[in-house]
């Protein structure tokens, strides 16, 4: 059975006074020990260069120089290791304190800083998916979410699940973007088409696409973030109409 995140925490702490792992090969003792933050640091320099999709414990461990091994002393698996990331990138949000006047405003803002976060990293909110909170860090946003939205006077239950969706959002939308960045960036003309392409595209439909031939400069208007904004204030409307 993997180790619980309350034992994976204490493993991390005892380690925390015991002498650093050393690494393998000549050059052990004339580098900068192995450390959790020398890990993390090491990680999103993978990601910044070559994708979330290149991050692995063997890649980690090659670039510090030493042996997958030695990364366990710190890190007790990938797993562990993504929320490490996830939790570095939630400790630079910054929370307001919670205002009844500005409670949408607030909650807009608090997304749009972590969708910033992970958009820095190409596909790192996919460590986010499928992974129960148990980093400070990153409790610290949704708790401080969660005071956003209970100071709108919306229902706790109401206001729990709220929170869950908006995360939820986040992440996909900022992997979707991401992984266009990386397409645009490797000049995958196949999958990345400009607006007017896609026009064309539609335009040449049959006529048993009769809206999307119709509609197709909605279906394809919006620039930047535009459809981030619209998305997060629908889903605040309905948040609204629950009070």
Known sequence: MS????????????LATDVPAGRRGSSGGRKQPITVDAIIDT????????????????????????????????????EDLDELLIGRLCAEITLPEPDPARWREQLVDVCAQLRDQYLRYPGISQAAFAAAPSNLDTLRVSEGMLGIVLAGGVDPQ??????????????A??????????????SDDTWVVSREELLRRFAALPDTFPHTKRHAAELTAGTGHDRFDFTLNLMLDGLTRTR
Do not use: C
Request: hydrophobic letters at 45%; zero cysteines; glycine letters at 6%.
């Open 173 to 186: 939308y900022s992997l979707e973007v991401s992984l266009v960045n990386t397409r645009i960036d490797r």
């Open 43 to 78: 990680a999103f320099g993978i990601v910044a260069r070559e994708g979330y999709g290149a991050l692995t414990m063997r890649r980690v461990a090659t670039a510090l120089e030493t042996g997958p091994s030695s990364l366990y002393a710190h890190v007790v698996n990938k």
């Open 158 to 171: 109401v206001a729990a699940w709220a929170i869950d969706s908006l995360m939820l959002y986040v992440n």
């Open 3 to 14: 180790p619980t995140p309350r034992q994976r925490r204490a493993a991390r702490h005892q």
